[in-house]
Nanobody, 122 residues
Framework: QVHLVESGGGLVQPGGSLRLSCAAS????????TGWFRQAPGKEREVISC????????YYADSVKGRFTISRDNAKNTVYLQMNSLKPEDTAVYYC???????????????WGQGTQVTVSS
């Protein structure tokens, strides 16, 4: 059974940093793509970063490029999202999701975590 658990969200001031973790169980991330998505109140869900855990290739949305970094630790079966220079507009519920790389990049993976709230406010 595929199970993803996000952690690391919280309240941070503008300009601050957070690191989100996505721990997988029930399967191995090595052969999948994993992505981070977010949804703010009243807005559609958007894909912000993806990593192909087989070859390490990555994707970043323009809104986070240069500020966020996605990485993986295959030994721990975990994907991370390091978020720096956070802005109030980054406030959202952040979800990790996994599936075939193409589905993740297309924004329609089948396996999702429960989400973690990130709030950027002074």
């Amino acid at each position: 059974q595929v199970h993803l658990v996000e952690s690391g969200g919280g309240l941070v001031q503008p300009g601050g940093s957070l690191r989100l973790s996505c721990a997988a169980s029930g399967f191995t991330l090595d052969y999948y793509g994993t992505g981070w998505f977010r949804q703010a109140p009243g807005k559609e869900r958007e894909v912000i970063s993806c990593i192909n855990t087989r070859d390490g290739s990555t994707y970043y949305a323009d809104s986070v490029k240069g500020r966020f970094t996605i990485s993986r630790d295959n030994a721990k079966n975990t994907v991370y999202l390091q978020m720096n220079s956070l802005k109030p507009e980054d406030t959202a519920v952040y979800y990790c999701a996994t599936d075939d790389w193409r589905k993740v990049v297309a924004g329609n993976p089948n396996y999702w975590g429960q989400g973690t709230q990130v709030t950027v406010s002074s």
